[in-house]
């Protein structure tokens, strides 16, 4: 798990703007990718997913933007995004690799 969330981190930095706090990153990487593998009743996670993991990262916690739905110009009007969790792309990303589960 180690090698996988340091290949993640790097991934993200590369995409980065800034330069992101280690400790924080990695904890948020280790947290999703566990969360990911419990979704999908798996004791691994697969290496096809780095890529859309690392974009789902990025995209709620480095992108500034991340929050804003659509903006007007005229009389002022901006929307938010409030579902932050509800990415439709990650989900549909990591439902290619889901098992059915088994109750023992």
Not at 23 to 43: C, G, H, L, P
Not at 47 to 70: A, G, M, Q, V, W
């Amino acid at each position: 798990m180690v090698e996988l969330i340091n290949e993640i981190y790097e991934k993200i930095k590369i995409i980065s703007d800034v330069t992101p706090n280690e400790a924080k990153t990695k904890f948020a990487i280790e947290s999703i990718v566990q969360d990911s593998i419990n979704y999908m009743n798996r004791e691994d996670f697969p290496r096809e997913l780095i890529t859309p993991i690392t974009k789902y990262i990025f995209k709620y916690n480095f992108d500034k933007n991340r929050n804003i739905k659509s903006m007007k110009s005229g009389d002022r009007q901006v929307e938010f995004v409030t579902e932050l969790n509800d990415d439709v792309e990650f989900r549909k990303s990591l439902n290619r690799f889901r098992k059915l589960g088994v109750i023992k």
